[in-house]
T-cell receptor
Framework: AQKITQTQPGMFVQEKEAVTLDCTYD???????LFWYKQPSSGEMIFLIY??????QNATEGRYSLNFQKARKSANLVISASQLGDSAMYFC??????????????FGKGTLLTVNP | KAGVTQTPRYLIKTRGQQVTLSCSPI?????VSWYQQTPGQGLQFLFE???????NKGNFPGRFSGRQFSNSRSEMNVSTLELGDSALYLC?????????????FGNGTRLTVT
């Protein structure tokens, strides 16, 4: 069963505007972590932000914030004040311990974000 | 602090050959994971090593194997290459001790099988 779902294959945003990238997940484990990564065309995977299942507040890192809705099992990434350099593929990932898969990250299919000038 | 280093960056091999990819983790990181990335399948987990022991394994055939050395460096080997093995192979390291520890990725090795 797919554990991470990113329903937006592609998104467009105007420079300086905010954009939300969707991510829903599925797990039966009460302890889990959610991660967002950015992959520019160069191929490197860049860690952006982390949210733990027990964290009371939504995570923020500079222009990145995570809209964590536990009951809905969603962890959407919000990028404020988009820049041209934000154009990249964005992946949502989860780590849980269900099925004995300790410390493995499961990734979604990704969303290709294009920032227009 | 130096990041994760993967060598080589590019490889072209012929079907039936074998290949070895190398990964040097961030200093102090004891966990090394390997992922295969293709346009069709996305990012797929191959295996993870922690302190020289394979801790997790993905659903790949036995042609894919790996190992980790005492200095945490890791190698991945693919034997009897098939055309479908063409992919970007990403190595990532982490402390590997908490659910919150992120993976830090290298730039990847792009393998082309002809």
């Amino acid at each position: 069963a797919q554990k991470i779902t990113q329903t937006q294959p592609g998104m467009f945003v105007q420079e300086k505007e905010a954009v939300t990238l969707d991510c829903t997940y599925d797990t039966s484990d009460p302890s889990y972590g959610l991660f967002w990564y950015k992959q520019p065309s160069s191929g490197e995977m860049i860690f952006l932000i982390y949210q733990g299942s027990y964290d009371q507040q939504n995570a923020t890192e500079g222009r990145y914030s995570l809209n964590f809705q536990k009951a809905r099992k969603s962890a959407n990434l919000v990028i404020s004040a988009s820049q041209l350099g934000d154009s990249a593929m964005y992946f949502c990932a989860m780590r849980d311990f269900s099925g004995g898969s300790n410390y493995k990250l499961t990734f979604g299919k990704g969303t290709l974000l294009t920032v227009n000038p | 602090k130096a990041g994760v280093t993967q060598t080589p960056r590019y490889l072209i091999k012929t079907r039936g050959q074998q290949v070895t990819l190398s990964c040097s983790p961030i200093s102090g990181h004891r966990s090394v994971s390997w992922y295969q990335q293709t346009p069709g399948q996305g990012l797929q987990f191959l295996f993870e090593y922690f302190s020289e022991t394979q801790r997790n394994k993905g659903n790949f055939p036995g042609r894919f194997s790996g190992r980790q050395f005492s200095n945490s460096r890791s190698e991945m080997n693919v034997s009897t290459l098939e055309l479908g093995d063409s992919a970007l192979y990403l190595c990532a390291s982490s402390t590997g001790t908490t659910v919150s520890s992120p993976l830090h990725f290298g730039n990847g090795t792009r393998l082309t099988v002809t």
